[in-house]
């Protein structure tokens, strides 16, 4: 079963608005993502077995056994990487004040289903666009479209902003790259 | 602090063999390690720079040696450069990555390129600029 798409969009922007790496994050996105069936682990959980004073950590997932560590998304760059779905490219660019935006496409550079701008960390910003990627293929696919190609333009609003400002020639040429990304995205999904 | 300032042409070098591998390989794992001042002796290795406090110890080398062309997280420990630009497909279709030196204005500029393709080009591609930005301070007055 796949997460639903309302899930990891709000993953996705708790990932953008995080300022640094998060336990509670990662076990979250771990049950959307790989182990539906299971949750985070609250304190309470398994109550009974649990040495006094230890109780689930905030990384922890539930099951009917005992608990798993969830992987940390939020603060490895691999980690992170093992949420882009299968067949999609990372693109990832770090402003001079330390923004990060990041944005998954296709492998044959001609569409784009995920873009963040506004990860405060490398492994935040690729876990923010990968969700938003998983996002945008999951559920209808008419009704998806739509929905991606307003959070493109909005998206798109705000990187233009942030390069008129900067005036640097590299960072306009990844946000054209991107933009090229978003905007094929979109055409292949209104066609669809 | 490492034991030895790394010898540049030797740096560069370790990065074009990063740019023409095809994915991990822990013998240029073991090389990188060493350029970075990790010290074989007699089969296993005395790490110079850890000490932080405790005697100077002998580790085994391949339980420690961290794996740079297998891991972004440990290919990012080779430079304190910073990262400015990643992309899987950056480069005409290769693996791209682009690093910056914090210390200078305007900012140096550092490019490593994955050649082998797969998921482990921009690993490589990381390893790679990340020797060169070694190899600038290495060359550096």
């Known amino acids: 079963m796949r997460a639903d798409r309302d899930t990891l969009l709000r993953l996705a922007e708790r990932c953008e608005a995080a300022t640094g790496s998060d336990r509670r994050l990662d076990a979250e996105i771990a049950c959307a993502i790989r182990h539906r069936d299971l949750r985070p682990a609250e304190p309470g959980n ?3 077995f649990q040495t006094p004073g230890y109780p689930p950590r905030a990384g922890d997932i539930w099951t009917p056994s005992g608990f ?11 980690e992170a990487l093992t949420l882009v779905p299968e067949g999609h ?15 998954v496409a296709l ?7 995920g ?30 479209a739509e929905r991606l190609r307003l959070t493109i333009a909005r998206h798109v609003g705000v990187m233009r902003g942030r390069a008129n400002g ?10 054209r790259q991107v933009e090229e990304f978003l905007f094929a995205a979109a055409a292949e999904k209104g066609a669809g | 602090m490492r034991a030895k300032a790394p010898d540049r042409a030797t740096l560069l070098a370790l990065a074009d063999r990063c740019e023409q591998a095809t994915g991990p390989d822990r013998e240029l794992d073991g090389a990188i390690a060493t350029s970075l001042g990790w010290t074989d002796v007699h089969g296993s290795v005395l790490r110079a720079d850890f000490q932080g406090g405790r005697p100077p110890g002998v580790i085994d080398w391949w339980d420690h040696v961290p794996r740079f062309t297998a891991s972004l997280d440990a290919a990012r420990t080779i430079s304190e450069w910073v990262l400015l630009h990643a992309s899987d497909i950056g480069a005409d279709g290769l693996a791209l990555v682009e690093l910056g030196n914090p210390t200078t204005t305007p900012t140096g500029l550092v490019r490593g390129v994955g050649y082998g393709g797969g998921q482990h080009a921009l690993v490589l591609a990381l390893c790679a600029a990340a020797l060169r930005a070694l190899a600038a301070e290495a060359s550096a007055p």
């Not at chain 1, 963040?116 to 666009?129: D, E, F, Q």
């Open chain 1, 115 to 144: 873009a963040s701008p506004c990860g405060a960390t490398p492994a935040l910003s690729i876990c923010a666009a990968a969700l938003r990627a998983r996002a945008a293929t999951a559920g209808d696919a008419g009704e998806g």
């Open chain 1, 107 to 113: 492998d044959n550079g001609v569409g784009c289903e």
């Open chain 1, 166 to 175: 900067s005036g640097q020639e590299q960072r306009r040429h990844v946000l």
């Open chain 1, 68 to 78: 798993l560590m969830a992987p940390i998304y939020t603060a490895s760059l691999d």
């Open chain 1, 46 to 48: 398994h109550a009974k």
């Open chain 1, 89 to 103: 490219a990372i693109s990832l660019h770090i402003d001079a004040d330390g923004s990060v935006f990041a944005g």
